[in-house]
């Protein structure tokens, strides 16, 4: 069983950062893919970002390179989101995602209760 609680949503600027960091509790959380997905109001629920369980392959959604790092630190159980030059259209409630495999088109078993992120404009 994983346990995963995401942190570092808020309010910010149109051209600001914030990070989202999503700690995990569990059995074998370093053999955990994990991702990041969001779901604005009124949309479904869409991939951002992923990362392999060591941490050597990312991915990220055409929306966000650039802007957004996906990155994880296996000793803390605890993977990140860097989010900079934030956009409206970023305006989300950001959800962790583990297991065994996490891509564009596969989700993992595990998930966080989300984390709003507003952006103004």
């Known amino acids: 069983q994983v346990q995963l609680v995401e942190s570092g949503g808020g309010l910010v600027q149109a051209g600001g950062s914030l990070r989202l960091s999503c700690a995990a509790s569990?059995?074998?959380?370093?053999?955990?893919?994990r991702g990041w997905f969001r779901q604005a109001p009124g949309k479904e629920r869409e991939f951002v970002a992923s990362?392999?369980?060591?941490?050597?392959?990312?991915d990220y959604a055409d929306s966000v390179k650039g802007r957004f790092t996906i990155s994880r630190d296996n000793a803390k159980n605890t993977v990140y989101l860097q989010m900079n030059s934030l956009k409206p259209e970023d305006t989300a409630v950001y959800y962790c995602?583990?297991?065994?495999?996490?891509?564009?088109?596969?989700?993992?078993?595990?998930w966080g209760r989300g984390t709003q992120v507003t952006v103004s404009s």
């Open positions: 995602n583990a297991g065994r495999i996490v891509t564009t088109f596969q989700q993992g078993a595990y």
């Open positions: 569990g059995r074998a959380f370093s053999m955990h893919a």
């Open positions: 990362i392999t369980y060591s941490g050597g392959v990312t």
